[in-house]
Protein backbone atom coordinates (compact mmCIF):
# COMPACT_ATOMS: atom_id res chain seq x y z
CA UNK A 1 0.00 0.00 0.00
CA UNK A 2 2.87 2.45 0.88
CA UNK A 3 4.79 1.42 -2.04
CA UNK A 4 1.84 2.19 -4.42
CA UNK A 5 0.92 6.38 -2.68
CA UNK A 6 5.03 6.66 -3.05
CA UNK A 7 5.06 5.93 -7.14
CA UNK A 8 1.83 8.04 -7.42
CA UNK A 9 2.89 11.32 -5.50
CA UNK A 10 5.08 13.98 -7.43
CA UNK A 11 8.64 13.65 -6.80
CA UNK A 12 9.16 16.48 -4.46
CA UNK A 13 7.09 14.69 -1.48
CA UNK A 14 10.21 12.22 -1.95
CA UNK A 15 11.95 12.88 1.26
CA UNK A 16 8.97 13.43 3.39
CA UNK A 17 7.26 10.50 2.98
CA UNK A 18 9.72 7.77 4.17
CA UNK A 19 10.36 9.81 7.00
CA UNK A 20 6.48 9.55 8.00
CA UNK A 21 6.67 5.96 7.34
CA UNK A 22 8.93 5.56 9.63
CA UNK A 23 6.93 7.96 12.37
CA UNK A 24 4.23 5.14 11.61
CA UNK A 25 6.32 2.23 12.35
CA UNK A 26 7.64 4.09 15.43
CA UNK A 27 3.94 4.88 16.64
CA UNK A 28 3.31 1.24 15.71
CA UNK A 29 6.27 -0.82 17.37
CA UNK A 30 5.09 1.44 20.53
CA UNK A 31 1.43 0.61 20.78
CA UNK A 32 2.36 -2.98 20.45
CA UNK A 33 4.92 -2.90 23.06
CA UNK A 34 2.49 -1.65 25.24
CA UNK A 35 -0.28 -4.02 24.25
CA UNK A 36 2.10 -6.60 25.46
CA UNK A 37 2.99 -5.56 28.27
CA UNK A 38 -0.45 -5.33 29.25
CA UNK A 39 -1.02 -8.71 28.89
CA UNK A 40 1.86 -9.53 30.93
CA UNK A 41 0.55 -7.88 33.45
CA UNK A 42 -2.97 -9.11 33.00
CA UNK A 43 -1.58 -12.92 33.84
CA UNK A 44 0.43 -11.64 36.91
CA UNK A 45 -2.54 -10.27 38.32
CA UNK A 46 -4.28 -13.16 37.46
CA UNK A 47 -1.79 -16.13 39.45
CA UNK A 48 -2.65 -15.56 43.29
CA UNK A 49 -6.04 -15.94 42.43
CA UNK A 50 -5.32 -19.57 40.54
CA UNK A 51 -3.27 -20.30 43.74
CA UNK A 52 -6.33 -19.13 46.02
CA UNK A 53 -9.07 -21.56 43.90
CA UNK A 54 -6.27 -24.19 44.34
CA UNK A 55 -6.05 -23.81 47.71
CA UNK A 56 -9.79 -23.75 48.68
CA UNK A 57 -10.76 -26.84 46.26
CA UNK A 58 -7.27 -28.68 48.37
CA UNK A 59 -9.34 -27.88 51.73
CA UNK A 60 -13.26 -28.76 50.44
CA UNK A 61 -12.05 -32.23 49.01
CA UNK A 62 -13.62 -34.83 49.57
CA UNK A 63 -13.25 -38.75 49.55
CA UNK A 64 -15.35 -41.66 49.98
CA UNK A 65 -14.56 -44.37 52.18
CA UNK A 66 -16.47 -47.38 53.11
CA UNK A 67 -17.64 -47.67 56.28
CA UNK A 68 -20.42 -50.02 58.64
CA UNK A 69 -23.13 -47.56 56.76
CA UNK A 70 -22.12 -47.74 53.38
CA UNK A 71 -19.54 -45.20 51.06
CA UNK A 72 -19.46 -41.93 52.80
CA UNK A 73 -17.66 -38.78 51.32
CA UNK A 74 -15.70 -37.33 53.95
CA UNK A 75 -13.23 -34.33 53.88
CA UNK A 76 -9.32 -35.11 52.69
CA UNK A 77 -8.58 -32.76 55.66
CA UNK A 78 -11.35 -32.44 58.13
CA UNK A 79 -10.92 -29.26 60.14
CA UNK A 80 -13.50 -29.66 62.67
CA UNK A 81 -14.04 -33.27 64.01
CA UNK A 82 -16.35 -34.67 66.69
CA UNK A 83 -14.38 -37.67 68.19
CA UNK A 84 -17.21 -39.84 70.28
CA UNK A 85 -14.58 -42.70 70.55
CA UNK A 86 -10.66 -43.15 69.24
CA UNK A 87 -9.77 -39.58 71.05
CA UNK A 88 -6.37 -40.93 71.51
CA UNK A 89 -5.75 -42.07 68.57
CA UNK A 90 -6.34 -38.81 67.17
CA UNK A 91 -3.66 -37.03 69.42
CA UNK A 92 -1.31 -39.37 68.77
CA UNK A 93 -1.64 -38.12 65.40
CA UNK A 94 -1.89 -34.14 66.01
CA UNK A 95 -5.34 -33.75 65.52
CA UNK A 96 -7.55 -32.30 68.63
CA UNK A 97 -10.82 -32.62 67.99
CA UNK A 98 -13.78 -29.74 68.64
CA UNK A 99 -15.56 -32.07 70.60
CA UNK A 100 -15.66 -35.65 72.49
CA UNK A 101 -17.64 -37.09 75.34
CA UNK A 102 -16.77 -35.87 79.12
CA UNK A 103 -15.20 -39.39 79.62
CA UNK A 104 -12.90 -39.33 77.41
CA UNK A 105 -11.59 -35.44 77.78
CA UNK A 106 -10.89 -36.29 81.32
CA UNK A 107 -8.65 -39.39 80.26
CA UNK A 108 -6.05 -40.18 82.65
CA UNK A 109 -3.15 -40.17 79.63
CA UNK A 110 -4.11 -36.98 77.87
CA UNK A 111 -6.47 -34.95 79.51
CA UNK A 112 -4.05 -31.89 79.62
CA UNK A 113 -3.98 -31.86 76.14
CA UNK A 114 -7.55 -31.03 75.66
CA UNK A 115 -8.18 -28.14 77.27
CA UNK A 116 -10.54 -26.38 75.45
CA UNK A 117 -12.45 -29.15 73.51
CA UNK A 118 -16.13 -29.03 74.22
CA UNK A 119 -17.73 -31.75 76.10
CA UNK A 120 -20.67 -33.58 73.42
CA UNK A 121 -22.24 -35.34 76.51
CA UNK A 122 -22.43 -38.96 77.54
CA UNK A 123 -20.12 -41.82 76.02
CA UNK A 124 -21.74 -43.47 73.98
CA UNK A 125 -24.53 -41.54 73.45
CA UNK A 126 -23.63 -38.21 72.43
CA UNK A 127 -25.93 -35.05 72.46
CA UNK A 128 -27.17 -34.18 68.99
CA UNK A 129 -27.88 -30.89 69.94
CA UNK A 130 -24.65 -29.82 71.32
CA UNK A 131 -22.80 -31.74 68.32
CA UNK A 132 -24.65 -29.86 66.05
CA UNK A 133 -23.54 -26.12 67.84
CA UNK A 134 -20.13 -27.56 67.22
CA UNK A 135 -21.04 -27.41 63.50
CA UNK A 136 -18.48 -30.15 62.28
CA UNK A 137 -17.49 -31.79 59.40
CA UNK A 138 -16.66 -35.01 60.38
CA UNK A 139 -18.29 -36.76 63.00
CA UNK A 140 -16.41 -40.31 64.64
CA UNK A 141 -17.99 -42.46 66.69
CA UNK A 142 -18.09 -46.23 68.22
CA UNK A 143 -21.56 -46.36 68.47
CA UNK A 144 -23.82 -46.84 65.60
CA UNK A 145 -27.26 -46.19 67.33
CA UNK A 146 -27.45 -41.57 67.03
CA UNK A 147 -26.49 -42.68 63.03
CA UNK A 148 -29.33 -41.21 61.37
CA UNK A 149 -29.76 -38.01 63.77
CA UNK A 150 -25.75 -37.15 63.67
CA UNK A 151 -25.70 -38.15 60.10
CA UNK A 152 -27.58 -35.06 59.27
CA UNK A 153 -24.89 -33.06 61.25
CA UNK A 154 -22.26 -33.89 59.52
CA UNK A 155 -20.85 -36.95 57.59
CA UNK A 156 -20.59 -39.59 60.23
CA UNK A 157 -18.16 -43.02 60.49
CA UNK A 158 -18.85 -45.34 63.07
CA UNK A 159 -16.30 -47.69 64.13
CA UNK A 160 -17.77 -50.34 66.81
CA UNK A 161 -15.29 -51.21 69.34
CA UNK A 162 -13.65 -54.06 68.74
CA UNK A 163 -13.56 -53.52 65.03
CA UNK A 164 -10.13 -52.11 65.13
CA UNK A 165 -7.70 -54.80 66.42
CA UNK A 166 -4.49 -53.40 68.12
CA UNK A 167 -2.76 -49.78 68.11
CA UNK A 168 -1.44 -50.34 64.80
CA UNK A 169 -4.48 -51.46 63.27
CA UNK A 170 -6.12 -48.24 64.89
CA UNK A 171 -3.34 -46.17 64.23
CA UNK A 172 -2.83 -46.63 60.41
CA UNK A 173 -6.39 -46.38 59.84
CA UNK A 174 -6.71 -43.39 61.74
CA UNK A 175 -3.75 -41.93 59.43
CA UNK A 176 -5.23 -43.14 56.39
CA UNK A 177 -8.60 -41.26 56.99
CA UNK A 178 -7.56 -37.68 58.36
CA UNK A 179 -4.48 -37.72 55.85
CA UNK A 180 -1.93 -38.57 58.31
CA UNK A 181 0.23 -41.60 56.85
CA UNK A 182 3.11 -40.33 57.76
CA UNK A 183 2.59 -38.84 60.87
CA UNK A 184 1.19 -42.61 62.13
CA UNK A 185 4.51 -44.64 60.82
CA UNK A 186 6.46 -42.19 62.44
CA UNK A 187 4.55 -42.32 65.77
CA UNK A 188 4.52 -46.13 65.66
CA UNK A 189 7.92 -46.56 64.76
CA UNK A 190 8.49 -44.88 68.03
CA UNK A 191 6.10 -47.43 69.73
CA UNK A 192 7.16 -50.68 67.99
CA UNK A 193 11.03 -49.44 69.96
CA UNK A 194 9.66 -48.61 72.92
CA UNK A 195 7.60 -51.61 73.08
CA UNK A 196 10.81 -53.72 72.23
CA UNK A 197 12.84 -52.00 75.21
CA UNK A 198 9.65 -53.14 77.86
CA UNK A 199 9.36 -56.72 76.07
CA UNK A 200 12.89 -57.36 76.28
CA UNK A 201 13.10 -56.28 80.00
CA UNK A 202 10.15 -58.32 81.47
CA UNK A 203 11.56 -61.35 79.17
CA UNK A 204 15.19 -61.46 81.55
CA UNK A 205 12.55 -61.03 84.47
CA UNK A 206 9.43 -62.83 84.08
CA UNK A 207 9.43 -66.62 82.81
CA UNK A 208 7.85 -66.65 79.25
CA UNK A 209 5.88 -69.62 80.32
CA UNK A 210 4.15 -67.43 83.07
CA UNK A 211 0.63 -67.17 82.39
CA UNK A 212 -1.05 -63.92 83.10
CA UNK A 213 -4.78 -62.58 83.72
CA UNK A 214 -6.69 -59.62 83.19
CA UNK A 215 -9.39 -59.27 85.48
CA UNK A 216 -12.00 -56.75 87.28
CA UNK A 217 -12.93 -56.79 90.53
CA UNK A 218 -17.09 -56.64 90.57
CA UNK A 219 -17.27 -57.39 93.99
CA UNK A 220 -19.30 -60.76 94.33
CA UNK A 221 -18.52 -61.50 91.27
CA UNK A 222 -15.16 -60.95 88.96
CA UNK A 223 -14.63 -60.37 85.53
CA UNK A 224 -11.95 -61.66 83.22
CA UNK A 225 -10.83 -60.16 79.93
CA UNK A 226 -8.96 -60.88 76.07
CA UNK A 227 -6.61 -59.04 74.60
CA UNK A 228 -9.01 -56.48 73.19
CA UNK A 229 -11.18 -54.76 75.66
CA UNK A 230 -9.11 -52.60 77.98
CA UNK A 231 -7.85 -53.27 81.86
CA UNK A 232 -4.21 -54.17 80.74
CA UNK A 233 -4.71 -56.84 77.79
CA UNK A 234 -3.66 -55.09 75.12
CA UNK A 235 -0.20 -54.26 77.51
CA UNK A 236 0.01 -57.82 78.50
CA UNK A 237 -0.94 -60.12 75.63
CA UNK A 238 -0.45 -57.90 72.99
CA UNK A 239 2.68 -55.98 73.53
CA UNK A 240 4.78 -58.50 75.63
CA UNK A 241 3.39 -61.60 73.94
CA UNK A 242 2.31 -63.26 77.44
CA UNK A 243 -0.55 -65.54 77.28
CA UNK A 244 -3.41 -66.13 80.19
CA UNK A 245 -3.84 -69.65 81.57
CA UNK A 246 -4.17 -72.20 78.89
CA UNK A 247 -6.84 -74.02 80.31
CA UNK A 248 -9.14 -71.02 79.42
CA UNK A 249 -6.84 -69.44 77.11
CA UNK A 250 -9.18 -69.98 73.82
CA UNK A 251 -11.98 -68.81 75.71
CA UNK A 252 -10.81 -65.61 76.88
CA UNK A 253 -9.50 -64.83 73.31
CA UNK A 254 -12.46 -65.22 71.52
CA UNK A 255 -14.93 -63.94 74.04
CA UNK A 256 -13.01 -61.36 74.88
CA UNK A 257 -14.57 -61.37 78.47
CA UNK A 258 -16.46 -63.28 80.78
CA UNK A 259 -17.87 -63.01 84.27
CA UNK A 260 -17.10 -65.22 87.05
CA UNK A 261 -18.14 -66.71 90.29
CA UNK A 262 -16.49 -67.15 93.69
CA UNK A 263 -16.06 -70.70 92.66
CA UNK A 264 -14.38 -69.67 89.12
CA UNK A 265 -11.54 -67.73 90.00
CA UNK A 266 -9.05 -70.56 90.91
CA UNK A 267 -9.58 -71.91 87.30
CA UNK A 268 -9.15 -68.54 85.32
CA UNK A 269 -6.28 -67.13 87.75
CA UNK A 270 -3.07 -66.92 85.90
CA UNK A 271 0.97 -67.21 87.90
CA UNK A 272 0.22 -63.45 87.23
CA UNK A 273 -3.24 -60.67 88.26
CA UNK A 274 -3.19 -57.85 86.33
CA UNK A 275 -6.95 -56.29 88.70
CA UNK A 276 -8.81 -53.70 88.30
CA UNK A 277 -10.07 -52.44 91.52
CA UNK A 278 -11.59 -48.71 92.46
CA UNK A 279 -12.46 -50.31 96.20
CA UNK A 280 -10.06 -53.02 97.49
CA UNK A 281 -6.00 -52.73 97.58
CA UNK A 282 -3.51 -56.09 97.58
CA UNK A 283 -3.76 -56.65 101.24
CA UNK A 284 -7.31 -56.62 100.77
CA UNK A 285 -7.29 -59.53 98.18
CA UNK A 286 -4.77 -61.45 100.66
CA UNK A 287 -6.80 -61.42 103.26
CA UNK A 288 -10.04 -62.12 101.50
CA UNK A 289 -10.40 -65.92 102.47
CA UNK A 290 -11.12 -66.61 98.17
CA UNK A 291 -8.81 -64.61 96.77
CA UNK A 292 -6.13 -65.44 99.66
CA UNK A 293 -5.79 -69.02 98.47
CA UNK A 294 -4.86 -68.15 94.96
CA UNK A 295 -1.26 -68.34 94.27
CA UNK A 296 -0.20 -65.09 92.47
CA UNK A 297 -2.64 -63.46 95.34
CA UNK A 298 -0.22 -65.35 98.22
CA UNK A 299 2.80 -64.18 96.25
CA UNK A 300 2.50 -60.73 95.69
CA UNK A 301 2.27 -61.30 91.79
CA UNK A 302 -0.77 -59.26 91.69
CA UNK A 303 -1.23 -55.77 90.23
CA UNK A 304 -3.88 -53.66 91.26
CA UNK A 305 -5.05 -50.03 89.74
CA UNK A 306 -7.96 -48.07 89.53
CA UNK A 307 -10.46 -47.49 86.61
CA UNK A 308 -9.08 -44.35 85.63
CA UNK A 309 -5.44 -46.41 84.54
CA UNK A 310 -6.82 -49.16 83.54
CA UNK A 311 -9.83 -48.75 81.81
CA UNK A 312 -8.46 -46.77 78.44
CA UNK A 313 -7.23 -48.44 75.76
CA UNK A 314 -6.12 -45.97 73.20
CA UNK A 315 -2.45 -46.10 71.60
CA UNK A 316 -1.64 -43.30 73.70
CA UNK A 317 -2.76 -45.23 77.05
CA UNK A 318 -1.65 -48.28 75.92
CA UNK A 319 1.89 -47.12 75.52
CA UNK A 320 1.84 -45.88 78.85
CA UNK A 321 0.28 -48.73 80.87
CA UNK A 322 3.15 -50.90 79.34
CA UNK A 323 5.82 -49.00 80.58
CA UNK A 324 3.90 -49.04 84.40
CA UNK A 325 3.27 -52.55 84.65
CA UNK A 326 6.77 -52.97 82.88
CA UNK A 327 8.04 -51.29 85.67
CA UNK A 328 6.11 -53.57 88.15
CA UNK A 329 6.83 -56.77 86.58
CA UNK A 330 10.88 -55.92 86.63
CA UNK A 331 10.46 -54.82 90.12
CA UNK A 332 8.65 -58.08 91.34
CA UNK A 333 11.25 -60.36 93.65
CA UNK A 334 13.85 -57.83 94.40
Not at 185 to 205: N, P
Request: hydrophobic fraction near 35%.
Amino acid sequence: MYSRQKNHRPQKLGLVIPLMFLLIVLVLSACGGTETKTASNSETAEQPRTEENSSTNTSSAVKTVTTLKGEIEVPVKPQRIVAEEYLGSMIALGVIPVGAPELTIKNYYFKDKLVGVSDIGTYGKPSVEKTLALNPDLIITGNGDNYEALSKIAPTIVIPYGDLKGVHEELTYFGELLDKEEEAKTWLLQYDQRIAEAKAKVDIAIATDASFSIMEDGGKSTWVYGDNFGRGGQPIYQALGRKPPSVVASEIMEKQWAELSEEMIEKYAGDYIIMTSNERTIEDFQKDPIWGSVPAVKNGHIYVWPEERSWYYDPIAVLAQIEELTTWLTSLDK
